[in-house]
């Protein structure tokens, strides 16, 4: 569920150079450094605009065309950056614009004029919720959905979308709270602790991953297979992410299905966390108490 915009690689573009002419919107890449935005592009990269943003806009080199792809949930202001870049790019490489679908009958290459009197902000605004009933039947269909954000994953189930179709809302309503959803999970607060999430290997090649938590720190719980709680190289737990959201529904601020904002505990309470999940893990399989590499 994906629109696209190519444009002709008449002349090699720098993302830095892109992101000159859109100087005046703040446009950012996820996770690149200085070095990365001076290459040509050409492997994928997602731009966003901090705080409008839900999942940003990839560009990237499809054969000899660049390519500009929006998202499904994607918000108005990512549809209108596209449009932005779109624009940008053929005017760096001195091409004309190919849309998926050409508004001008009969016209599949067009000039930037004719392109930004089509893909405007009235364009933007009627198209975003576009794709949004679909993904509501994907979610009855398969459960939660993984929704990839412009800086972090997101998630969107059955739960909270039962929650909302119980107010009858419309697609529009539901596309609104959904993109608002991701938003804030992409733009949390600094002051919040984002736990990076590990890839362990064992012997026999089997692969699983955790993120680990502490004490003293507002952060949030993302999902994983495993949550590691961490006081010490002597004291910490492996719980099973399954298990510790069933605690995290009760205890702390939901941030989207799967996700939660944990606030700063102290070292006792936190201790009291760990003696809990660990009580528990002993009533189930006696053998070990404590987990370690």
Request: aromatic fraction near 12%.
């Amino acid at each position: 569920m994906s629109y696209s915009i190519e444009i002709k690689k008449n002349k090699p573009v720098s993302f830095d150079v892109l992101l000159q002419t859109l100087k005046r919107e703040r446009v950012e890449i996820a996770y690149a450094n200085e070095k990365f935005t001076r290459k040509e592009i050409s492997n994928y990269s997602r731009l966003y605009i901090y705080g409008k943003s839900s999942r940003g806009i990839q560009v990237g080199l499809n054969e000899e065309n660049y390519e500009i792809m929006i998202n499904v949930l994607c918000s108005e202001a990512d549809y209108f950056l596209a449009t932005r870049i779109a624009s940008e790019l053929a005017t760096l490489s001195d091409s004309k614009i190919i849309p998926q679908v050409s508004p001008i009958e009969g016209k599949i290459e067009l000039t930037i004029t004719e392109f930004k009197e089509h893909f405007n902000h009235k364009w933007a605004q009627k198209n975003c919720t576009m794709g949004t009933g679909a993904f509501r039947n994907l979610i009855k269909e398969r459960g939660t959905m993984m929704i990839s954000g412009c800086i972090r994953s997101s998630y969107m189930g059955p739960e909270l979308l039962s929650h909302h179709e119980k107010k009858n809302l419309s697609n529009e309503k539901i596309y609104q709270i959904i993109v608002k959803r991701i938003m804030l999970v992409q733009f949390l607060p600094s002051s919040i602790h984002i736990p990076t999430e590990y890839v362990v290997t064992e012997e026999d090649g089997s692969n699983w991953n955790y993120i680990t938590l502490s004490f003293n720190q507002r952060q949030l719980v993302s999902k994983s297979e495993f949550v590691l709680l961490y006081i010490s190289e002597d004291e910490y737990l492996k719980v099973p992410f399954t298990d510790f959201q069933k605690y995290c529904q009760r205890q702390y601020k939901r941030l989207d299905e799967e996700q939660y904002l944990m606030p700063k505990t102290s070292l006792s309470e936190f201790k009291k966390l760990i003696k809990k999940f660990s009580i528990a893990k002993t009533k189930s399989s006696p053998p070990k108490k404590w987990w370690k590499f």
